[in-house]
């Protein structure tokens, strides 16, 4: 099937420049429609593109506007991986980013999580997947606490990962020439394959 997403053209930083800072509701009523086909519709485009070359992306989301400015001034976009586990992207001045996300979690697949991130087996995997990637420039965040849970030891060998009651890992794609190209499916598909040990850990232990 034909490719939909041809870029984002270089008018569309233009119009988020207009939205920067703390732009007036009639600024926002002015440049809505510009912010819709030239911010907003690409990104369709683009999940759209994703979702057929890669069926993790079918069960996907774009998001609309917000009352605040920062959703005028962030196009994001997810894909469900599993229940908490996505694919999230994000458009604004800086460019494109890219994140493997688990969030929103409630308290049992917190338990799930920390059980097997404890675990010798399963744990020592979802280290070595941390540490490749953030060799390969990804920013590993998330909600934490300030150390590791009472029930397991300080020293602990990966006391780090427990102190998590969320984890994302994050790419900054960056502001190019490329976005403004078919190039951005491409490479948002090369960094979902560098996620996916991440995003089938999380599923398998933590999202059932």
Do not use: C
């Amino acid at each position: 099937m034909p490719r939909q997403f041809a870029g984002w053209d270089e008018s569309a930083f233009d119009v988020l420049l207009r939205l920067e800072g703390e732009p007036s509701q009639e600024v926002m009523r002015e440049i809505r429609k510009d912010r819709e086909r030239l911010v907003r519709q690409p990104m369709v485009s683009l999940l759209h593109d994703l979702a057929w070359a890669d069926p993790a992306f079918e069960d996907h989301s774009v998001w609309r506007y917000g009352k605040t400015s920062w959703w005028w001034q962030n196009q994001s976009a997810v894909a469900r991986i599993a229940r908490n586990v996505e694919i999230g992207l994000r458009f604004n001045l800086d460019g494109l980013q890219v994140q493997g996300a688990w969030w929103y979690a409630d308290s049992d697949q917190i338990s799930r999580f920390r059980a097997a991130v404890a675990a010798e087996a399963s744990g020592s995997v979802l280290g070595d997947v941390v540490v490749e990637l953030r060799g390969k420039g990804f920013e590993i965040t998330g909600d934490l606490l300030k150390r590791a849970p009472r029930q397991y030891p300080t020293d602990h060998p990966r006391a780090a990962l427990l102190r998590h009651r969320s984890l994302l890992a994050v790419r900054y794609l960056g502001y190019d020439e490329w976005l403004q190209t078919p190039e951005v499916v491409d490479r948002v598909l090369a960094t979902h394959e560098e996620l996916r040990p991440l995003l089938s850990w999380l599923t398998d232990h933590v999202a059932a």
